[in-house]
C-alpha cells in the first residue's frame, strides 16, 4: 500500500530555516514525480513545489522561489524540502503528494509554524 510519511515540521522564528522530509513506501519511488503543497487555515491549498522522478526538474510557487528548495534521494525513498528565509505567511501544514499535476496520494502532514 501506499504511504507517504511527512516529518520535520515544528516552530520556528521569521527567517529561520527548517527542513522537511517524506518517506515514501508501497510504490517504485523513482517513476513517479513528487510534491508539496501546504494550506493555512482559512486559506486555500497552494501548491509548493514539484520534482520530476529523476530529480532533474523543479518547479516552485512564486510565494516561495527562490527560498525553498525540493530534492529527493531515490535510493532512500524520500523526496525534502528545505525552507530557509522563513516568513510567518509559510505557517500552514505541509503535504507530501505522489504526482505533480495528477496528485493521486497524500501524506498526512506536517504543521509548520513561523513565528516570534
Known amino acids: 500500500q501506499v504511504q507517504l510519511v511527512e516529518s520535520g515540521g515544528g516552530l520556528v522564528q521569521p527567517g529561520g530555516s527548517l527542513r522537511l522530509s517524506c518517506r515514501a513506501s508501497?510504490?517504485?519511488?523513482?517513476?513517479?514525480?513528487m510534491g508539496w503543497s501546504r494550506q493555512a487555515p482559512g486559506k486555500e491549498r497552494e501548491l509548493v513545489a514539484v520534482?520530476?522522478?529523476?530529480?532533474?526538474?523543479?518547479t516552485y510557487a512564486d510565494s516561495v522561489k527562490g527560498r525553498f528548495t525540493i530534492s529527493r534521494d531515490n535510493s532512500k525513498n524520500t523526496v525534502y524540502l528545505q525552507m530557509n528565509s522563513l516568513k510567518v505567511e509559510d505557517t500552514a501544514v505541509y503535504y507530501c503528494?505522489?504526482?505533480?499535476?495528477?496528485?493521486?496520494?497524500w501524506g498526512q502532514g506536517t504543521q509548520v509554524t513561523v513565528s516570534s
Open positions: 520534482i520530476t522522478n529523476t530529480g532533474g526538474t523543479t
Open positions: 503528494h505522489r504526482g505533480a499535476r495528477f496528485r493521486d496520494y
Open positions: 508501497g510504490f517504485i519511488f523513482s517513476t513517479y514525480s
